[in-house]
């Protein structure tokens, strides 16, 4: 969108550092992020009517034929969000500019971590899982690769799947299981209360944990999945 010449015209009306405005992204999301950065939250709320406004302009000129002149539409923004300044840095940014490098955590002695994940990509799926012990050594892994369009909670199932067959398979007594998808991690969590197919389908699975002394199941930030994702 900023690289629209009418949406820059209005960026720069309303005082947006050229430097963001110059830089390449190939995702949007990039391109806010740094926004955010130089933000303070006053600001960032701001910005956000800006581009709304912006955004509805653009749907103007689709479902009606007409836009309004970029002067216009910055005075609309100011109206809305009065005394709208895009640099004010006497408050803290909204997003941090101090990276936090998320690792994966050793599990405690006696126990064995497995992480799992899975990808979906052009009608194909892949699915892996990686064990390791209290010291961080990989004991164990397994990958499969099918041609084969599913949905990606689906995936994750079978790499939960083929996580359980792997412990199995190394004789492990305390296991715990990770997993960078929420859906799956909670579908685990409330399998007794699931009727869906989804979730009937998930405590078939769990079944497999009377073959063990416990058994945790872990969501994880995808950063400290690395080496499941890896596999990918």
């Not at 581009?51 to 009606?64: G, Q, S, Y």
């Not at 990686?130 to 499969?144: K, L, N, Q, S």
């Not at 199995?168 to 399998?191: P, Q, T, Y």
Request: charged letters at 30%.
């Amino acid at each position: 969108m900023k690289d629209c010449p009418k949406v820059r015209e209005i960026l720069v009306a309303g005082g947006l550092n050229d430097s963001l405005l110059d830089r390449n992204y190939t995702n949007c999301i990039d391109w806010l992020e740094d926004v955010f950065r130089e933000l303070e939250k006053k600001a960032a709320s701001d910005f956000l009517t800006l581009l709304w406004n912006i955004w509805n302009d653009r749907n103007n000129m689709v479902f009606k034929g007409k836009m309004d002149a970029a002067e216009m539409i910055w005075e609309r923004a100011q109206t809305l969000s009065k005394d709208f300044r895009i640099f004010n840095l006497t408050e803290p940014a909204v997003m941090s500019t101090n990276l936090v490098k998320k690792n994966w955590k050793k599990p405690r002695n006696g126990n064995i971590k497995i992480n799992v994940d899975a990808t979906v990509l052009n009608g194909c799926r892949g699915v892996g899982a990686i064990a390791r012990d209290h010291d961080g050594f990989v004991i164990g892994g397994c990958y499969t690769f099918k041609e084969k369009a599913m949905d990606v909670i689906w995936a994750e199932l079978e790499a939960f799947k083929e996580g359980l067959k792997l412990a199995e398979w190394l004789k492990v007594g305390r296991l715990i299981v990770e997993s960078d998808s929420a859906m799956l991690v909670n579908a685990v969590k409330k399998r007794r209360m699931d009727i869906t197919i989804l979730g009937q389908c998930v405590r078939r699975e769990c079944d497999a944990f009377n073959k063990f002394e416990s058994v945790q199941v872990i969501w994880i930030n995808r950063n400290r999945n690395y080496a499941a994702d890896f596999f990918m």
